[in-house]
């Protein structure tokens, strides 16, 4: 999608710390890290929203899910990392392209605000 900062990023149009990446998915650093380790997960379809998930794009979500867990791995995350999608406005959700936050590196409190 043409003014996606996320599409941009996949089409490598703009540039980030892709710190992993296949057919579906892509890993890169948060600009603005939030924790020592702050991870942006996305599928490489522009998705705005969960709203707006078809019954084809399920795979992505386990895709994501499988690509958090090869990084934390590699990443020595044992001990634990976060995984959290905001969804909307209320969420505080900024970027309109379906995206997961991966922190860890602290300890993260709970629940979040
Ligand atoms: P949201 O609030 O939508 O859940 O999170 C959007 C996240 O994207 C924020 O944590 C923000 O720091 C990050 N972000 C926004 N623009 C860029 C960018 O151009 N590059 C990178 N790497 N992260 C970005
Ligand atoms: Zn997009």
Redesign the pocket.
């Known amino acids: 999608m043409q003014d996606c900062?996320f599409c941009k990023?996949v089409n490598k149009e703009?540039p980030?710390e892709v710190v992993y990446e296949n057919d579906a998915v892509l890993v890169?650093?948060?600009?603005?890290p939030?924790a020592p380790v702050h991870l942006?997960l996305i599928p490489k379809k522009h998705i705005p929203t969960f709203f707006n998930l078809e019954e084809e794009d399920a795979h992505l979500l386990g895709e994501i899910h499988l690509a958090a867990v090869r990084v934390a791995r590699g990443s020595g995350l044992e001990k634990g990392f976060r995984l959290v999608?905001?969804c909307n406005e209320d969420a505080?959700?900024?970027?309109f392209h379906i995206?997961y936050?991966l922190m860890a590196g602290r300890k993260l409190h709970w629940p979040p605000g």
């Open positions: 900062i990023i703009i980030a890169f650093k948060d600009i603005r939030a942006l999608s905001n505080g959700q900024l970027v995206h936050h």
